[in-house]
């Protein structure tokens, strides 16, 4: 077994009010576009920051069908409005994927979100619709 080593993510916690991936992806028309494989050249470092969930976010905005042209500036700028909405401006311990999805919003980038409660209906969501942000725990040998 591994210890969970803490990087920066905290679990987010069940609301009930959370629009469900599967719910969403019933009303959803998928892309009329082939399944393909998304690359970039380029990658986003955190470091030995715990500011994962900025960098999972402007990861996501690099990414298709986004593609906008983000830098490790923009992740540590989206985790530190994360620690605001979370009450705790400066925070350096981390934050939870939901509250990035706030932030996004409340940037305009993003007009709604909602939660895989399976692995199968996050990754038919990313064959049909595009990129999606997970959070996991990450461990010693990772």
Known sequence: MTLPYGLGR???????RDLRMADAMQRMTPAP????????????????????VGYSWA??????????KWTNCMGDSIYRE????????????GSTVRTG????AKRGRL????????VDEALNY?????TVVA????????
């Open 126 to 130: 990313l064959a049909y619709y595009g």
């Open 82 to 93: 994360c620690a605001i909405l979370d009450g705790s401006p400066g925070y350096e311990g």
């Open 59 to 68: 990861g996501w905005g690099i990414a298709d069908p986004v593609e906008d």
């Open 111 to 118: 007009a709604t979100y909602f939660f895989a409660r399976t």
């Open 33 to 52: 576009r082939p399944v393909r494989l998304w690359h970039s050249d380029r990658v986003l470092n955190q470091g030995k920051t715990s500011r994962c």
């Open 101 to 104: 999805a706030k932030v996004m």
């Open 135 to 142: 959070g996991t725990v990450w461990t010693q040998d990772m």
């Open 10 to 16: 905290l679990p987010s916690p069940f609301d009930a």
